[in-house]
Structures are given as structure tokens and as C-alpha cells.
């Protein structure tokens, strides 16, 4: 069965600090995607990236940035110099690749970060 | 550019009663999904329908059905509402099969008494 875990619950920093969230996951299949969402103060749901299984690359985006480890299961999302607008909760999510994609996606707890100014 | 619209916003229901989420999109998506989300759970998919006429079950789909008459709307329906059905409910949408949920509504805050 599949599994995300975030195991902070919550993160509270200084705005210019670095964050990095974790996200563990588990998985049998051996294709597979990897997301991060952020859910602001106001609800709604923003998707922020996807990854594949075959590709390890480190990924940034301005400020944002993941590394996905396989040998570790973890997709972590580091924000560098926060800012107070990155104050969300994050959600890591996870899907087999294949025919059930897009219909098994198995979503983590999420981890609340706040960015004190 | 509506995207994704939820309607209603909030509810309050008495347990037992029944009512139904509607969820529109204007982008001719063909997946569509509704989702809960509960405290320290993140979301967990009810149903989905990856296109006009399809639904299946995700999987926390006891409690609910859905339906998908026109391809621009997936309706949830609570048919005899319990409190362990108080949840905040998301729809969102895909355009293909590779895509993931990337558009979501504003999100239903649902409780029952």
C-alpha cells in the first residue's frame, strides 16, 4: 500500500530563515510520481510540482527547491529566505504510474508552516 | 476564468438529511475528483470520473454517490448526512490522463449536528 508521511506537524520560522519540509513515502511500485501542494490561509489548493520516479534531479524553482532521494524514499521541499506569504500548509503527495494514475493519488498529512515577520 | 466552482461555500445539516455538492468546471476537463480533507489526514479521494457518464470509487466512497451527467459538472450527494461526515470537500480537475488534480475548487466546509 502507499504511504506519505510528513512528519512535522508544524514549522514555525523567522522570515529570511530556510525551511525545509520532509516527506517520506512509501511505495511497491516502481514507477511513480511525487507531488507538493500549498494550502494558504484562504483554502484553496495550489499545485507546485511533479516528479517522476526515473528522474532524481534536483529541481528549483526561485526560491523553492526539492531533492528527491530513492535510496532514502524522500521527496524534501526546501523554501529559501521565506517570506511571510509562504506561510501554508504543504502536502506532499504520491501516485503509481501505470493505468491507476491520477486516480490513487495518496496525499500526506501535511505540514503547517508559518513564517513570522 | 472561473476554473473550478463549488457551490455551496458552507452547509450545516442535521443528521439524516441529504443534499448534493455541485462542482463545475469551465476548462473541458476530463477527470474530475472529490476529496476530503479532516484534520492531520490530509485529503483522501471519495470518488472520481475520468470523464461524462464514468464515476468510481476512491477510497472513502461509503456514505457518498456521485454522478457526472455533463462533462463540465460532478455532483456529490450525501443521501442521509452523519456527523462523521463534517469535513471540509474539494473538487478538482485534470485535463488528461497523465495529469494530476492541478485545479481545485474553493473547498465546502460541510457539518452535520
Known amino acids: 500500500a502507499q504511504k506519505v508521511t510528513q512528519a512535522q506537524t508544524e514549522i514555525s520560522v523567522v522570515e529570511k530563515e530556510d525551511v525545509t519540509l520532509d516527506c517520506v513515502y512509501e511505495?511497491?511500485?516502481?514507477?511513480?510520481?511525487l507531488f507538493w501542494y500549498k494550502q494558504p490561509p484562504s483554502g484553496e489548493l495550489v499545485f507546485l510540482i511533479r516528479?517522476?520516479?526515473?528522474?532524481?534531479q534536483n529541481e528549483i524553482s526561485g526560491r523553492y527547491s526539492w531533492n528527491f532521494q530513492k535510496s532514502t524514499s524522500s521527496f524534501n521541499f526546501t523554501i529559501t529566505a521565506s517570506q511571510v506569504v509562504d506561510s501554508a500548509v504543504y502536502f506532499c503527495?504520491?501516485?503509481?504510474?501505470?493505468?491507476?494514475?491520477?486516480?490513487?493519488?495518496?496525499f500526506g498529512p501535511g505540514t503547517r508552516l508559518s513564517v513570522l515577520p | 476564468n472561473a476554473g473550478v466552482t463549488q457551490t455551496p461555500k458552507f452547509r450545516v445539516l442535521k443528521t439524516g438529511q441529504s443534499m448534493t455538492l455541485l462542482c463545475a468546471q469551465d476548462?473541458?476537463?476530463?477527470?474530475m475528483y472529490w476529496y476530503r480533507q479532516d484534520p492531520g489526514m490530509g485529503l483522501r479521494l471519495i470518488h472520481y470520473?475520468?470523464?461524462?457518464?464514468?464515476?468510481a470509487k476512491g477510497e472513502v466512497p461509503d456514505g457518498y454517490n456521485v454522478s457526472r451527467l455533463k462533462k463540465q459538472n460532478f455532483l456529490l450527494g450525501l443521501e442521509s448526512a452523519a456527523p462523521s461526515q463534517t469535513s471540509v470537500y474539494f473538487c478538482?480537475?485534470?485535463?488528461?490522463?497523465?495529469?494530476?488534480?492541478?485545479?481545485f475548487g474553493d473547498g465546502t466546509r460541510l457539518s452535520i449536528l
Open positions: 478538482a480537475s485534470s485535463e488528461n490522463r497523465g495529469d494530476p488534480p492541478q485545479h
Open positions: 511505495t511497491r511500485d516502481t514507477t511513480y510520481y
Open positions: 516528479r517522476n520516479s526515473f528522474d532524481e
Open positions: 503527495a504520491l501516485s503509481e504510474a501505470g493505468d491507476n494514475y491520477g486516480q490513487n493519488f495518496v
Open positions: 476548462m473541458n476537463h476530463e477527470y
Open positions: 470520473s475520468v470523464g461524462e457518464g464514468t464515476t
